[in-house]
């Protein structure tokens, strides 16, 4: 039995296990999300599913009625901060990116107690620019022409939420 990390009004986050292999290599390769993501292999991914979590972490969204995968995260921890390398839906057009994202900050800042998350985004994803804004993460700088990808230079846009912030916006 996978542990449940939190769980929301629609969506919970657990520890990903080994039978979620197929599916965070399925989400990650689907073409409508591999174009606003740098993928990870599978000797990455498996090591992040089989650690203790204490450094790297695969977390599955699913839904709490039907215990299906929705998405996964996947996150790299250091000392006192966070930082979500994967955001990725794979039901899209349900809102599950909001909760799951308000879920993963929540699990981040009121269980972990972390003072920082972060994340980057490709600066044409518009869509997962503006959920990052609107869950009260900050633009924080721009990586310009950081990513090579077939040829082509890509810009990042950092995003960041500290601790205050977080709790700022959810009393």
Known sequence: ??????????????????????????VQYAPENLKFIVPYDEKFQLEAIQSDGS???????????????VGYFLIQIDEFEVEYLHIIIDKKGCGYGR?????LMKWSFEVKKF???QLDCKDYNKIALNL??????VR????RETLLTNGVY???VLFGILDREYFKQNI
């Open 99 to 103: 909760e799951g994202l308000m879920l």
């Open 154 to 156: 890509e810009n990042l």
């Open 132 to 137: 990052y804004e609107n869950c009260g993460m």
């Open 55 to 69: 450094e790297k972490m695969n977390i599955i969204v699913e839904e709490i009625e039907t215990s299906e995968p």
């Open 1 to 26: 039995m996978s542990k449940i990390l939190i769980e929301g009004e629609r969506l919970r986050l657990r520890r990903a296990e080994e039978k979620d292999f197929n599916y965070i290599f399925q």
């Open 115 to 117: 003072h920082r998350a």
């Open 140 to 143: 924080e700088g721009l990586l």
